[in-house]
């Protein structure tokens, strides 16, 4: 095994695969009110969904979840999928469409390299929705590796975007 190796720096996380336990309450979340499009569907077991037309960014199936419970919080399992929004004005007019909604945000922060909302599905899994400031803003210490934070997010700040 070589100790050295990295992985590509091109690499990226294609898609998301959730178990869910009602495919068409998970449909009004991520499709309905995040904005996502099906791609397939595997009848009343599965579907796909993505942003732009991509295969899938987002599986959803039933096939050993239906009607289950959520999984409990203190269990291993995935924390959260996040989800990546072109620019700030982006994510500000998600905010938007959530807060008028009265979808429950679980929190909002601002981590330095980047500002994101959290909410759970209707599963329980909890999702990010976040956007990158540019990298020559990330803040860095001294030696230059990151200096990230979790700050609260200025929500009025965020909004302005929507006016710009």
Known sequence: MN?????????RIGHVHLKVADL???LAFYRDL?????TMRFGSQAAFISAGGYHHHIGLNTWHSKDLPPA???????YHTAIVYPTRKDLALIYNRIQKS???LTGASDHGVSEALYLD???GNGVELYWDRPKELWPTKIDGSLDMFTN???IDDLLREIER
């Not at 409990?72 to 995935?78: A, E, K, R, T, Y």
């Open 152 to 154: 609260a997010l200025d």
């Open 34 to 38: 995040l904005g996502f499009e099906v």
């Open 72 to 78: 409990p919080i203190h269990s291993v399992g995935l």
């Open 121 to 123: 599905d209707p599963d």
């Open 102 to 104: 009265h979808y429950p």
């Open 3 to 11: 100790e050295n190796y990295k992985i590509p720096a091109q690499t």
């Open 24 to 26: 068409e309450r998970s």
